[in-house]
């Protein structure tokens, strides 16, 4: 008998149409079930169709509310289903869902809360603009000031996470629009074990990036810079309300649900 | 240091009363709710007493370092509408948590509610 999947991979997306079907190809192709939830952060093209054709459950939001909202709501979703770790992943195509075993690896294994998947780790100077760049060694630097220890890519949306961080997430005081560095910097105040894996990032073929523009990148630094000093100075216990060990976990969906029947016959996520 | 002209006091004065009349209008319509008036209430107040109170004014002027009064009640007003503003976007930042956590539900539920059917519609076949 099969077991239910024990993870979810949550894609937020927002007019993907054309880059999604590549990134659930890559994801159904992996040796064990995984479920899948597609969140549809307002999106003006095909991309719900696109998702539910290629066998994800997709979550609809009325209008566009932001990245981390996207992210929020595979939380919340996972939250009701039970599932033991939830792995992040953009829908632009740039994250190697192969990669996706080795990130889930010391989550599954209970040696982290949270694996980020980094670029660096597989190239140390993977091409990007001189903005993005400076930003990156930035954040890197403050990260490593405030947490006293190394994270490569503080930006990466390429994440795992366990039920209790990701029920942590789907609290409010997850950021709305971009849950980056000041977010890694909250879990680790909140004590979460946090790890990074190599994982493979290529350049975006289509679409456009949320921080395409001076407006945008502007607005992401400063935004990321004022979350940040809120955060050093917020005390720890506003973190700390809800003790990671009593993470309250619906039951998983019963079988013979559509969330069940949607599941790939395949074999069983990593213990 | 001169206190405020005949003709300032006077503008002044009505003003004020009529920023408070209007504010107690609105409640009365149930235009404004209560919870969003005491600070605009409170304005006007402000300026009213102000307006009134020479010696007030005078000391208050002499506090912020100023030689004049009117500028003073300028400062005052501009200051509680800054307040005012302040207040409206803690409002704004927690309806926008309020609508995301509906907008989020409602996207949960819609999902639950078509799983819901699909199963129906296989166990009626």
Known sequence: ?271 | MNGLTFRQKTVAVFLAIGLVILIFELIRRRRLREEYSWLWMLTGLAVLVLAVWDDLLAALSGLIGSTNPPPTLFFFGVLFVVLICLQYAVRISDLAVQVKNLAQKTALLEEEIRCQREDRSKASL
Do not use: N
């Not at chain 1, 001189?130 to 405030?146: N, S």
């Not at chain 1, 961080?165 to 074990?193: E, G, N, S, V, W």
């Not at chain 1, 921080?211 to 005390?235: D, M, N, P, W």
């Open chain 1, 1 to 271: 008998m099969k077991r239910a999947p024990r993870g979810l991979v949550v894609v937020p997306a927002r007019d993907e149409a054309q880059t999604l079907p590549g990134v659930l190809a890559g994801i159904f192709a992996l040796p064990f079930a995984l479920d899948v939830v597609v969140i549809d952060d307002g999106a003006t093209d095909q991309t719900a169709e696109v998702a539910r054709r290629a066998g994800a459950v997709v979550l609809t939001h009325p209008f566009w509310l932001g990245y981390g909202a996207a992210l929020q709501t595979g939380f919340k979703y996972a939250l009701s289903g039970g599932y033991a770790w939830v792995v992040t992943i953009d829908a632009d195509g740039q994250h190697d869902p192969a990669d996706i075993p080795a990130l889930v690896a010391p989550v599954a294994q209970s040696a982290a809360d949270i694996s980020v998947g980094s670029r660096f780790l597989v190239d140390p100077a993977f091409p990007m603009g001189f903005a993005k760049r400076c930003g990156i060694w930035f954040f890197r630097g403050v990260f490593r000031a405030l947490a006293r220890r190394t994270i490569t890519d503080p930006t990466s949306g390429f994440k795992c996470l366990s039920r209790a961080a990701y029920a942590f997430c789907a609290r409010d005081l997850f950021p709305h629009d971009y849950p980056d560095t000041d977010m890694m910097i909250t879990l680790q105040k909140a004590h979460f074990r946090i790890v990074e894996r190599p994982a493979a990032m290529s350049p975006r073929r289509m679409g456009r990036s949320m921080h395409a523009g001076a407006a945008a990148q502007i607005y992401y630094a400063f935004k990321a810079c004022v979350s940040i000093l809120a955060t050093v100075f917020r005390e720890s216990h506003a973190y700390l309300g809800e003790p990671k060990g009593r993470t309250p976990a619906a039951p998983p969906a019963p079988a013979g649900s559509c969330e069940a029947a949607r599941r790939s016959p395949r074999e069983t996520a990593p213990a």
